[in-house]
């Protein structure tokens, strides 16, 4: 089983630690969220999956960090002072302010069982087309209006990337195919963000540009494509709540030459199923577009240059065929938070226990659980037992995060931790004292083993993979 909505993880994330809604105590932000501490370990667990995945098990993608604020003129070249825009409508009615292509997604503010637009009162205005990049000023300036220290949050990780491509190409020496990967935050003035992590103005983002001959891209596009199915795999979701989207040809921006989506059933709720499925991520084909943008010597049908400010020719060359020429781009790009939310989801489980309970079970895979091992002592009162516990749980902890908890009865206390996934309780007890072992405790079978501690730690790094 997986979630039954968004709201069943809100609440659950809340409760246990994982999210919290940012500047609660102010009454809050619209749609921006605080990880707390079990929500920050799950997404550094996410992030190291990513990165040990494709920056250190594969021996062609490079890693980087570069600036969220870069110099203006990167989100000229790349299109997006111009076209990284969402259509907007008002309502004249309500005066709620919605984006044209996700109506479906929203409630009308004075009739929410309908769509903005469709009851007879509402009366929205013709689209516009609403810039979606923060606006910042660098330096002291005078006013905020100064168009010379205008500077932009990035909107995505990717053009750090492009424009660091030579850099990264001569000091790793790298030859074609390679990749470059970053994580890092991202910002959009999302009209309408909502549906909790999902669609938030703050958000992060691992993405991937790997560089590659022309004619090599079509391959390479679906070997990213079945290459990303696999790891949401390994990362515990379940296929049957993943589905491709190949971008139609009015869908695809301008530079891609195919873009494939992959989907996650976010709105399990929905009746229809088509729109139980939102994005989770996008793997595209952006051809040569990116590397020329950015290049200082490309020229239009007048034969003049695209780029008059660049000092730099992002071209490559093929030292086996002597050629010149821009690499194409394949690009997975991946959203953390996104991804977070759909393990979330999909590793929710309700059990009854034998008191005909409904207990919640966090299906975590060991690799991405915040804690790995709770040590438990059965009687709190006992000195001796609790002693041994915390003397447990420092023995663990270089090898794996573990926690000490002895803040009420064992069911509570096993309770507590199923809810937040950590997949072993080790349980110390009156006879721990006599036989030297202690009760391990599997987190989705509820079963349990009896282990002599000085196999413990042995035992739990096997069972934890
Ligand atoms: P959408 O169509 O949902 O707005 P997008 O196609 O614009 O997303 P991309 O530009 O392809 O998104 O960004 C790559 C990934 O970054 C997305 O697949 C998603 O996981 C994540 N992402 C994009 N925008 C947001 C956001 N506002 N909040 C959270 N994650 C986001």
């Known amino acids: 089983m997986s979630a ?18 940012a500047s609660e105590i102010y009454g809050g932000l619209g749609s921006s969220w605080d990880y707390g501490s079990l929500g920050v370990e799950l997404a550094n667990n996410i992030k190291q999956s990513w990165w040990r995945w494709l920056v250190h098990e594969r021996d ?23 076209t990284f ?48 990049m923060f606006r910042t000023t660098v330096g002291a300036v005078s006013t905020d209006e100064d168009e010379n220290a205008l500077a932009y ?55 991937m540009e790997y560089f590659c001959r022309p004619e090599d ?18 990362l515990g979701i379940s296929a049957a709540n993943l589905k491709l989207y190949e971008q139609t040809p009015e869908e695809l921006a301008h530079y891609a030459e195919r873009t494939v ?37 490309p020229e239009d049908a007048e034969g003049k240059r695209i780029n008059s400010d660049s000092t730099e020719d992002l071209s490559y060359f093929d030292e086996a065929t002597k050629q010149r020429f821009y690499p194409y781009v ?18 929710y489980t309700e059990k ?40 447990l749980k420092k023995q663990l902890l270089p090898a794996m995060r573990t926690v000490y908890d002895d803040t009420g009865g064992i069911g509570k206390l096993y309770a507590r931790q199923d809810e937040i996934g950590t997949p072993f309780c080790v349980t110390v007890d009156h006879e721990s004292l006599e036989d030297n072992a202690v009760t391990v405790r599997d987190r989705d079978t509820w079963e349990q083993e009896r282990v002599n501690i000085s196999e413990l730690k042995e035992y739990l790094q096997k069972h934890l993979g």
């Open 4 to 21: 039954p909505n968004i709201e069943t993880i809100v609440s659950l994330a809340k409760r246990r630690g994982f999210v919290f809604p």
């Open 60 to 82: 062609d993608i490079e890693g980087l960090d570069s600036s969220i604020i870069q110099n203006r003129l990167v989100w000229k070249y790349s299109g997006h002072e111009t």
């Open 85 to 132: 825009s969402d259509p907007l409508v008002d309502c004249r009615t309500c005066k709620g302010r919605f984006r044209l292509d996700k109506l479906q997604d929203v409630q009308c503010p004075k009739h929410p069982s309908l769509h903005p637009g469709e009851d007879k009162e509402c009366d929205l205005t013709e689209a516009r087309e609403f810039n979606l």
């Open 153 to 207: 949050l990035r909107p995505e990780t990717a053009q750090g990337i492009f424009i660091n491509f030579a850099n990264v190409l001569n000091t790793s020496r790298r030859k074609l195919p390679f990749g470059i990967a970053q994580i890092g935050k991202a910002f959009r003035n999302e009209v309408t963000p909502g549906n909790f992590i999902f669609r938030t103005r703050e958000f992060e983002q691992m993405e």
């Open 217 to 234: 891209a079509p391959r390479i596009l679906q070997e990213f494509i079945d290459a990303f199915q696999e790891w949401f795999y390994t």
């Open 261 to 297: 989506d992959i989907l996650y059933r976010f709105f399990p709720e929905r009746d229809d199923e088509e729109k139980q499925f939102d994005e989770l991520m996008g793997i595209a084909n952006r051809k040569d577009f990116d590397l020329k943008a950015h290049s200082k010597k």
């Open 330 to 347: 394949i690009e997975p790009a991946v959203g953390v938070n996104r991804t977070l939310l759909a393990i979330l989801m999909d590793a």
């Open 352 to 391: 009854i226990n034998d008191k005909s309970e409904t207990r919640v079970i966090l299906k975590l895979k060991p690799e991405l659980a915040p804690i790995k091992v709770a040590v438990l002592p059965l009687a709190k009162n006992k000195p001796e037992i609790v002693a041994m516990a915390k003397d």
